[in-house]
């Protein structure tokens, strides 16, 4: 969605009136799609479950969204939706409707890892420990480092670079498992495209990533429909998703969000352009006291490399100077 194209909030507000639906990469509502007291709601979000975390889940149950803050000055990370399964494994999901330019995967460890902590009782063996989710939805494209490839411009894209979803556990360098409790399943959700055409056969996170890209789009109402034909729980994050898309706050939380993205790009934007600009001045700036510089060793007067070297006298003095000695 433009946010530019509307000029006031009651202009933004519009589209709800027009039957337009929220967008559901953006934080409040990706959160009120799976956390409705409807039936709707529940049952798409453990459609999503199961399909993030490739097992078969009989229930659970929303938890706390703050992990416990141990000592003081801890860094405290609260969590879009935390969830516990009856098996005690445990799951937490983010939507990150944008790339802020930290290391989103270093963000995503720290989670796990205070995920885990949250659930090993004092006095409980380490057989307790449970397995636990971080699911981040990400509406960008996200690059892991890679020692053996980063360097390599040329090298082919595996099938996992292709595809929207990356799963991530402790493993050795040959692929061995340490214990799988902590696991990290990215989705980025710019890679669904490839996907529109083999609905049949993706994988149900996939179908889940389609589905949370395209959902608001109206030129997209044809395979949004093809995918709840397919799949119930898709069905019921459909229903979810147009049921909260009557909430007028919901579309005020929307519409604010995507003003602070929009100016937070922006500023990017402007110190991008800004820092080429010193960029260039300051390339600029070493090549005219090089070539001072070599003017003088070849015996010019500090007049004549002014002219030629565009710098002011003085500073050409002061490199002059700066050589005698």
Request: hydrophobic share 35%; charged share 25%.
């Amino acid at each position: 969605m433009d946010i530019t194209k509307f000029s006031t909030e009651e202009e933004y507000l519009s589209q709800m009136h027009a039957g337009a639906l929220l967008n559901p990469r953006i934080d409040s509502t990706f959160k009120a799609l799976f956390t409705q007291p409807t039936q709707d709601s529940r049952e798409a979000l453990h459609a999503f479950l199961e399909a993030a975390t490739e097992r078969k889940i009989k229930s659970f149950e929303l938890t706390a969204t703050d992990a416990p803050v141990e000592f003081g000055g801890q860094r405290n990370v609260n969590y879009d939706i935390a969830c516990i399964f009856d098996d005690g494994l445990s799951a937490e999901i983010e939507m990150q409707a944008f790339n802020q330019k930290y290391d989103y995967g270093k963000r995503a460890e720290y989670q796990v890892a205070r995920l885990e902590t949250t659930y090993l009782k004092k006095g409980e063996t380490w057989e307790k420990a449970p397995t636990v989710y971080q699911i981040s939805i990400l509406d960008f494209n996200y690059a892991p480092k890679s020692s053996s490839e980063k360097n390599d411009a040329n090298i082919k894209k595996t099938e996992s670079e292709c595809s929207p979803v990356s799963r991530y556990s402790m493993r050795t360098k040959d692929g061995k498992e340490l214990s799988n409790s902590l696991n990290i399943v990215f989705v980025e959700l710019p890679k669904v495209q490839q996907l529109e055409q083999s609905l049949e056969t993706n994988t149900s996170l996939e179908n889940w990533a389609i589905f949370l890209k395209e959902a608001d789009d109206p030129e997209k109402t044809s395979v949004i429909q093809k995918l709840t034909q397919k799949e119930a729980g898709l069905m019921q994050a459909k229903n979810s998703l147009s049921s909260i898309s009557v909430n007028q706050d919901l579309w005020i939380a929307q519409y604010h969000q995507e003003l602070k993205e929009r100016d937070y790009i922006s500023g990017l934007a402007a110190a991008k352009i800004e820092g080429i600009g010193i960029g260039r001045a300051e390339g600029i700036l070493d090549t005219k006291i090089e070539t001072a510089r070599n003017y003088l060793k070849l015996g010019l007067t500090a007049e004549q490399v002014a002219v030629g070297s565009g710098l002011p006298l003085e500073e050409v003095r002061k490199i002059e100077a700066a050589i005698i000695r």
